[in-house]
Protein backbone atom coordinates (compact mmCIF):
# COMPACT_ATOMS: atom_id res chain seq x y z
CA UNK A 1 0.00 0.00 0.00
CA UNK A 2 1.70 3.77 -0.90
CA UNK A 3 0.19 6.85 0.73
CA UNK A 4 1.07 10.32 -0.65
CA UNK A 5 1.09 12.99 1.48
CA UNK A 6 2.35 16.65 1.35
CA UNK A 7 0.01 18.54 -0.33
CA UNK A 8 -1.44 22.00 -0.54
CA UNK A 9 -1.74 25.40 -1.07
CA UNK A 10 1.33 27.40 -2.12
CA UNK A 11 2.07 30.75 -3.77
CA UNK A 12 3.52 30.72 -7.12
CA UNK A 13 7.07 30.64 -6.78
CA UNK A 14 6.85 28.79 -3.24
CA UNK A 15 8.10 24.67 -2.72
CA UNK A 16 6.47 21.62 -1.48
CA UNK A 17 7.84 18.36 -0.66
CA UNK A 18 5.57 15.38 -1.56
CA UNK A 19 6.65 12.29 0.40
CA UNK A 20 5.01 8.54 -0.73
CA UNK A 21 5.33 5.92 2.12
CA UNK A 22 4.93 2.58 1.59
CA UNK A 23 3.69 -0.06 4.15
CA UNK A 24 3.16 -3.77 4.38
CA UNK A 25 6.31 -4.56 1.86
CA UNK A 26 9.74 -3.95 1.37
CA UNK A 27 10.12 -0.97 -0.19
CA UNK A 28 13.95 -1.10 -1.27
CA UNK A 29 13.11 -3.23 -4.35
CA UNK A 30 10.47 -0.81 -5.98
CA UNK A 31 10.59 1.45 -8.58
CA UNK A 32 9.14 4.61 -8.33
CA UNK A 33 7.07 7.15 -10.41
CA UNK A 34 5.33 10.58 -9.39
CA UNK A 35 2.46 11.10 -11.70
CA UNK A 36 -0.40 13.64 -11.84
CA UNK A 37 -3.35 14.79 -12.87
CA UNK A 38 -4.91 18.21 -13.52
CA UNK A 39 -8.42 18.92 -14.01
CA UNK A 40 -9.70 17.98 -17.23
CA UNK A 41 -6.56 16.48 -18.20
CA UNK A 42 -4.57 13.24 -18.71
CA UNK A 43 -2.26 11.80 -15.63
CA UNK A 44 1.06 12.64 -17.46
CA UNK A 45 4.47 11.34 -15.96
CA UNK A 46 6.27 13.80 -13.90
CA UNK A 47 9.34 11.81 -12.15
CA UNK A 48 10.84 8.66 -11.59
CA UNK A 49 13.46 6.81 -9.69
CA UNK A 50 14.80 3.27 -9.51
CA UNK A 51 14.98 1.09 -6.71
CA UNK A 52 18.56 1.92 -5.51
CA UNK A 53 18.79 5.84 -6.85
CA UNK A 54 21.27 5.10 -9.34
CA UNK A 55 19.14 6.60 -12.14
CA UNK A 56 16.25 9.34 -12.07
CA UNK A 57 14.02 11.43 -15.10
CA UNK A 58 12.15 14.11 -14.54
CA UNK A 59 9.75 15.44 -17.55
CA UNK A 60 10.63 18.62 -19.17
CA UNK A 61 8.18 20.59 -17.64
CA UNK A 62 9.53 20.11 -14.21
CA UNK A 63 13.29 19.23 -15.02
CA UNK A 64 15.45 21.31 -12.96
CA UNK A 65 12.52 22.71 -10.42
CA UNK A 66 11.61 19.02 -9.10
CA UNK A 67 14.12 16.55 -7.78
CA UNK A 68 13.75 12.71 -6.82
CA UNK A 69 14.98 11.16 -3.91
CA UNK A 70 14.28 8.12 -1.80
CA UNK A 71 15.09 6.79 1.31
CA UNK A 72 14.87 3.10 1.45
CA UNK A 73 15.28 2.96 5.50
CA UNK A 74 12.02 4.98 6.31
CA UNK A 75 9.80 3.22 3.17
CA UNK A 76 9.67 6.80 1.64
CA UNK A 77 10.37 8.38 -1.58
CA UNK A 78 9.78 12.26 -2.01
CA UNK A 79 9.44 14.80 -4.70
CA UNK A 80 10.60 18.01 -3.66
CA UNK A 81 9.10 20.92 -6.07
CA UNK A 82 10.44 24.40 -5.68
CA UNK A 83 9.67 27.16 -8.67
CA UNK A 84 6.27 26.23 -8.43
CA UNK A 85 4.01 27.61 -11.29
CA UNK A 86 0.11 27.55 -11.44
CA UNK A 87 0.39 24.93 -14.04
CA UNK A 88 1.74 22.40 -11.01
CA UNK A 89 -1.63 22.48 -9.88
CA UNK A 90 -2.67 18.66 -10.05
CA UNK A 91 -3.63 15.55 -7.81
CA UNK A 92 -0.31 14.17 -7.45
CA UNK A 93 0.02 10.21 -7.01
CA UNK A 94 2.65 8.22 -6.18
CA UNK A 95 3.46 4.35 -8.33
CA UNK A 96 5.41 1.76 -7.55
CA UNK A 97 6.56 -1.77 -9.11
CA UNK A 98 8.88 -4.37 -7.95
CA UNK A 99 12.00 -3.88 -10.26
CA UNK A 100 15.56 -4.09 -9.21
CA UNK A 101 16.57 -2.72 -13.07
CA UNK A 102 18.28 0.71 -14.06
CA UNK A 103 16.09 1.58 -16.46
CA UNK A 104 13.32 4.51 -15.43
CA UNK A 105 9.77 3.03 -15.99
CA UNK A 106 7.86 6.45 -17.05
CA UNK A 107 4.86 5.15 -18.23
CA UNK A 108 1.87 4.54 -16.04
CA UNK A 109 0.65 1.18 -17.57
CA UNK A 110 4.52 0.16 -15.73
CA UNK A 111 3.12 0.53 -12.14
CA UNK A 112 0.56 -1.95 -10.43
CA UNK A 113 0.74 -0.33 -6.79
CA UNK A 114 -0.65 3.39 -6.77
CA UNK A 115 -1.30 5.62 -4.09
CA UNK A 116 -4.44 8.02 -3.47
CA UNK A 117 -3.39 11.16 -4.76
CA UNK A 118 -2.36 14.48 -2.77
CA UNK A 119 -3.67 17.82 -4.30
CA UNK A 120 -0.68 20.64 -4.82
CA UNK A 121 -2.69 23.89 -5.68
CA UNK A 122 -0.45 26.55 -6.98
CA UNK A 123 -1.96 30.30 -6.60
CA UNK A 124 -1.00 32.65 -8.83
Known amino acids: QLQAFGGGLVQAG????LSCVASGRTFSRYAVGWFRQAP???REW???ITWNSDNAGYADSVRVRFSISRDNAKNTVYLQMNGLKPEDTAVYYCAARESTSSLLLISAVMYDTWGQGTLVTVSS
Request: no cysteine.
Open 40 to 42: GME
Open 14 to 17: GSLR
Open 46 to 48: VAS
